[in-house]
């Protein structure tokens, strides 16, 4: 069955460094979603991407993130200059059919900014 | 965006049903009703959707009464492995926003 993946499954990095968080997703599938969940909170919608562009975004997605699809495969998150509550799990999702509920996601990567 | 409310926990053995209620009275009418299932750090996984009466997959069955504003999710005989945070969603399937909107959720602890 075919999966969203995403690396690295761990990622610690210091404040005020940028990362990039990768995604593959589901091969025929063209929209794409970054989500993330603080522990021990609920799961938010980051950003959603279709056809080169942003589709969709949060208020947690300021000037600070960025998105990119770069290749055919490849989905990716950015963070310019991360800041301690930027430390989350954060998820890539992705769907075949446009606003759908049924979204795949990936197994998220955490991301540790000390 | 409808809300929904679920409990916060619930308590099962293996081999139980276990029928988690969700309610949502301010569900509109090309609303949906979908639930997915985390793993601890793992992603949400869908496990159904459905519109009214009843839907079953290999997983689970939602049932949705006539006025729609609440739906349970059950799970015939859980074992040790379906302790996981359940999550019902309220919300247009097909429509013009792309977003999830998770809740809190429902820990389901399956003891043996």
């Known amino acids: 069955e075919p999966e969203v993946t995403q690396t690295p499954s761990h990622q610690v990095t210091q404040m005020g460094q940028e990362v990039i968080l990768r995604c593959v997703p589901i091969s025929n599938h063209l929209y794409f979603y970054w989500y993330r969940q603080i522990l021990g909170q609920k799961v938010e919608f980051l950003v959603s991407f279709y056809n080169n562009e942003i589709s969709e975004k949060s208020e947690i997605f300021d000037d600070q993130f960025s998105v990119e699809r770069p290749d055919g495969s490849n989905f990716t998150l950015k963070i310019r200059s991360t800041k301690l509550e930027d430390s989350a799990m954060y998820f890539c999702a992705s769907t075949v059919r446009r606003g759908t509920n049924e979204q795949y996601f990936g197994p998220g990567t955490r991301l540790t900014v000390t | ?112």
């Open chain 2, 1 to 112: 965006l409808a809300k929904t409310t679920q409990p916060i926990s619930m308590d099962s053995y293996e081999g139980q049903e276990v029928n988690i209620t969700c309610s949502h009275n301010n569900i509109a009418t090309n609303d949906y009703i979908t639930w997915y299932q985390q793993f601890p750090s793992q992603g949400p996984r869908f496990i159904i959707q459905g519109y009214k009466t009843k839907v079953t997959n290999e997983v689970a069955s939602l049932f949705i009464p006539a006025d729609r504003k609440s739906s349970t999710l059950s799970l015939p005989r859980v074992s040790l492995s379906d302790t996981a945070v359940y999550y019902c969603l309220v919300g247009e399937d097909g429509g013009a926003t792309n977003k999830l909107i998770f809740g809190t959720g429902t820990l389901l602890a399956v003891q043996p």
